[in-house]
């Protein structure tokens, strides 16, 4: 076994193969960029080195490593554990690269490729077109809408479009390949018939270098957003041992059709309605492509199979050979993952930042895991995958693991940055979940269908929240005042009685009026003309607990004060509330409002197109700029019809979130 291993990657993965590493006695040795310096991976691991050049210098790792004195190279997941190039520069340094042989990471790394590949060992395959052809729109017409394009290098969703019309084509292949060349470095395209209500599920396949090829199950992968996986599980709720075992051996030959070494996931499209459950042979199925790596979900197979994949890999290229055969697997019971992202459900799942002022995470266990890169101190900023931590709950049977990992949610916390925990609450206590009705358009089709008062998209300021904040704001008050000193309250006072103080409390673009009497400790609060008897009270550190007419909650609070920010978190979900002083315009909303033609930020990123200039006559809903932030494009509109008066931003440029990018002169407006 090596002595010293280099995990050549960040957040947390690079913190669960640490966990591994330490296990096996061996020495982690990390690497970070610039803005990772202070990350958790850093400060856990026993030696780190400054990558100049960022995660993807493959010189700068491989320099890395050699200095550090380390014999192997683990690259976790993203682009390079899936380069070739990487691997072979690898073994030329001496470094032994902890994953597949180059020759079968390019067969399957290259989509057009890999379909070939398997399709000639008798994998059934999506019907499909690929570059270098003239026309893809062409094929993509042969094929039939509606159709997916897709980059041939591609992995994680990045860059996938689906097209239901000839009119969407032009903009959705540029789109495409703008994102395939950024985040895999290859432009190339396929085409892909749209299997309707697709089930995603993927077999975790085991290779060594003896030739024994295993597979450890399946995970349902099926709920998802924007093509983006979001809840993972093992095993499916949609397959019986039969399809299980097919599926499985379907997936041991595409990897021996490759040569393949360590481990693997080979993934499918599953036809989820429309074929008969209790007809012969079970669903269709076709396969999709193979990511030749460690997959993000990973841990739910480690839990049904009381596996550590990680060692494994590690074993296998030390040259062990697999510990078991396919006949010893054993999967018992069931595990659910969620992905905790730095998004924001009620601005459409944008990408968020921030520092992490406040952390509380599930404590693990059994029936708990988290895989997680935070810390409080944290950063999170948009050079980087949104994906926070994970989340995996176990249980003997799936109704007991979605309650667990429910529970597991309920109890994190992670204030200063907006995450998508609410969101993920909410998903897997659906009924639509819970009896295992899934496929890949179920997410999209709940949040359409219910809108953002339907919960899945963001949860406003609930009542205890904002009373919770009105009394933190009035505690500093009183403490500002000497405790009540009525001489020193700015709203006056009247004898016998303690007088109203005011509050102008916003919380996501909502602003709402609190009137509070009295102490913190004991005080009366009004909310739209309802009064309430209230009190607050502290739990040391950063947890208070409010009454509201005999009624207690606990909550987890940290101050921003950098930027006048008050987070509160309660049962998994979080609120940013800021104070105004009363009398500020009542349209004092973040992101400004149509009607004046301001065209803001809607995250923070870095402007990747401008589609107009000053001067330009454009109508409401017209693209003006594009912003990408975490590999993610997102096209900022026109808010009215009008004339381009100001375009502040150029291309490559940094903004912040609600920062200006462009104003529009409203039709009308001019005196």
Known sequence: MFGSVLIANRGEIAVRIIRTLRAMGVRPVAVYSDADRDARHVREADLARRLPGGYLDVEGVVAAALSAGAEAVHPG??????????A???????????????????AMGDKIRAKATVAAAGVPVVPGGAEPADDLAEAARAIGFPVLIKPSAGGGGKGMVLVRSDAELPEAIASARRTALAAFG????LVERFVTDPRHIEIQVMADAHGNVVHLGERECSLQRRHQKIVEEAPSPLLDAATRARMGAAAVEA???????????????????????????????????MNTRLQVEHPVTEMVAGLDLVELQLRIAAGEPLPFGQDDVRLTGHAVEARVYAEDPARGFLPSGGRVLALREPGEGRAVRVDSGLAEGTVVGGDYDPMLSKVVAWAPDRAGALRALDRALASTAILGVTTNIGFLRGLVTRPEVAAGHLDTGLVERLLREEGPEGGLSGEPLPL????????????????????????????GWRIGEHAWTGYRLESQGDAV??????????????????????SLRRHGGDEIAVTLDGTTLRHVVAWDEARGVLWLGRDGRAWPVVRHELGDPGDRVRGGGAADGVVRSPMPGTVLVIKAEVGDRVSAGQPLVVV?????????PAPVDGVVTELPVRIGQSVELDGLLARVEPDGSAP
């Open 513 to 534: 009026d609190v009137r509070v009497r009295g102490l913190a400790g004991d005080a009366e609060v009004d909310v739209s003309g309802h009064s309430l008897s209230a």
């Open 628 to 636: 990408e932030a975490m590999k993610m494009e997102h096209s900022v």
């Open 464 to 491: 205890d929240a904002l009373v919770a904040a009105a009394l933190l704001f009035h505690s500093r008050t009183e403490r500002r005042a000497g405790h009540g000193d009525p001489w020193d309250v700015a709203d």
């Open 88 to 106: 072979r520069r690898c073994a030329e340094a001496g470094l032994v690269f902890v994953g597949p042989p180059p020759e079968a990471i390019e």
């Open 77 to 86: 997941y993203g682009f390079l554990a899936e380069s070739g190039g990487f």
């Open 255 to 289: 990897a021996r059709a490759v040569g393949y070494v360590g481990a693997g996931t080979v993934e499918f499209i599953v036809q989820g309605s429309g074929w008969g459950a209790d007809g012969p042979g079970g669903p269709p199925y076709h396969f999709m492509e």
């Open 186 to 189: 290859d432009g190339t395209l």
